[in-house]
């Protein structure tokens, strides 16, 4: 019996390895001069449909029901964030087809906080998947395995982010440019651009040079910023 509950065990483990290996190595690409990357991007294992409405916190939705505003998914991000205290303050708004995506920012030290995700229809507010949870050394559900504290002082600098950024996009969806990179713990986050229109965002890892395109947020419909509350 022994025996038995540990191959099954074992069966488990490496088939949990295995799906982690092919996720990995779904849309990878090395650089000069950075570390192996990887990331999903267009058209990947989370591509556009998968993370589509009622995916996350969704559930049923009333077929008649309309979408909040901008400045309604704005008033449930700032309740988000008073579990926080008076220490984080939201940057940014942006409308996409499929959700609500909001910026925050620490006030005392002006590095970006977290990314958080807005229900469209039940203005739930919860944090965005993929860089945002697994790369923050702060803020994110991963925890922090480096040595001292959480930094966005990072061995990737905003300038190598935005041409590994580059070479990414060229790669992958041509037409496409990076815009400059926001500092979060961990990694950068930067606009992406069509033609001059913000087009969507993408992020580096500011450790390995990783690039993780947002590809769960459909297309871009507008912005707002905000400042100091």
Not at 5 to 22: E, K, R
Not at 44 to 64: E, F, I, K, L, R
Not at 92 to 117: I, Q
């Amino acid at each position: 019996m022994k025996r038995k509950y540990w191959v099954a065990a074992a069966v488990t483990l490496l088939s949990i390895a295995l799906v982690i290996t092919l996720a990995a190595c779904s849309a990878n690409t090395q650089q000069p001069g950075y570390n192996y990357s990887w990331g999903t991007g267009p058209g990947g294992m989370m591509g556009p449909g998968m993370m589509g409405p009622g995916m996350m916190g969704g559930g049923a939705y009333n077929p008649d029901a309309e979408p909040i505003s901008i400045e309604e998914a704005a008033i449930s991000v700032r309740r988000y964030l008073n579990a926080y205290g008076s220490a984080l303050e939201l940057k940014e708004v942006m409308e996409f087809a499929w959700n609500y995506y909001a910026e925050v920012e620490e006030k005392d030290t002006g590095v970006h906080a977290m990314e958080l995700l807005v229900d469209k229809y039940t203005a739930q507010v919860y944090p965005e998947m993929g860089p945002n949870m697994m790369w923050n050394t702060r803020y994110g559900t991963m925890g922090y395995f480096g040595g001292g504290g959480p930094t966005a002082d990072m061995p990737v600098r905003p300038d190598q982010a935005r041409d590994q950024a580059q070479r990414y996009l060229d790669r992958t969806v041509q037409g496409l440019t990076a815009g400059e990179p926001d500092a979060f713990y961990g990694y950068y986050t930067l606009h992406t651009f069509k033609d001059g229109n913000l087009e969507g965002m993408l992020s580096v890892n500011g450790y390995t040079g990783a690039v993780w395109y947002h590809n769960w947020h459909g297309y871009f419909i507008q912005m707002q910023e905000f400042g100091e509350e």
